[in-house]
């Protein structure tokens, strides 16, 4: 079965401190593959997706991620976080054909706490 | 407005209950999702529909049913409550293509004692 995995369940850091956040997936396929945030008691909502093209995506709140398909991961980026970043973060892959085609396989999600 | 909606936000119920959780998505999207998020394990797809006469189960579908009644709405059932099935549901909407971003509600926090 295909999976996701992020590397860390909890990343402590202080403000202005960079920050990646470490996703990798199971299969060499063609993926599509996304970053949503969770800030609490809200839902989820889309930081960054790569579709195709420039492996270096750029998103929301100064956020970045890069894909390697050798390495099949998509590692999250920020360069100085803020508090306002604390929010649990989830990486998730959509396998391009077969029967996984348009439905999306989540991480177990990293919870990221900016201290002051 | 929001675009996706979840009642109720909040329910308490007692084991062996039956209880709806309903969305409403104002997007106009024709793909319709339920999930289900505990601590440690991400979200986890219980059924999609990807139309209003597709409806699919998802990794895990048991204990679940889902109806679709219109496009813009979508509920999820769980026919007789267990104690493991407490949880935070969330229900989401995408376009027609996997290549698109999914749209999600708020979420149900559900406590099943």
């Known amino acids: 079965a295909q999976s996701v995995t992020q590397l860390d369940s909890q990343v402590p850091v202080f403000e202005e401190a960079p920050v990646e956040l470490r996703c990798n997936y199971s299969s060499s396929v063609s993926v599509y593959l996304f970053w949503y945030v969770q800030y609490p008691n809200q839902g989820l909502q889309l930081l960054l997706k790569?579709?195709?093209?420039?492996?270096l995506v750029k998103g929301i709140n100064g956020f970045e991620a890069e894909f390697n398909k050798s390495q099949t991961s998509f590692h999250l980026r920020k360069p100085s976080v803020h508090i306002s970043d604390t929010a649990e973060y989830f990486c998730?892959?959509?396998?391009?054909?077969?029967?996984?085609?348009?439905?999306?396989?989540f991480g177990q999600g990293t919870i990221l706490t900016v201290h002051p | 407005d929001a675009d996706v909606t979840q009642t109720p936000r909040n329910r308490i119920t007692k084991t062996g209950k039956r209880i709806m959780l309903e969305c409403s998505q104002t997007k106009g999207h024709d793909r319709m999702y339920w999930y289900r998020q505990d601590p440690g394990l991400g979200l986890r797809l219980i059924y999609y529909s990807f139309d209003v006469k597709d409806i699919n189960k998802g990794e895990i579908s048991d204990g679940y049913s889902v109806s679709r009644q219109a496009q813009a709405k979508f509920s999820l059932s769980l026919e007789s409550a267990i104690p493991n099935q407490t949880a935070l549901y969330f229900c989401?909407?995408?376009?027609?293509?996997?290549?698109?971003?999914?749209?999600f509600g708020p979420g149900t926090r559900l406590t099943v004692l």
């Open positions: 998730a892959v959509n396998y391009i054909g077969g029967t996984s085609y348009g439905k999306l396989t």
């Open positions: 790569y579709l195709s093209g420039s492996t």
């Open positions: 989401a909407t995408s376009e027609g293509q996997g290549r698109h971003e999914q749209f």
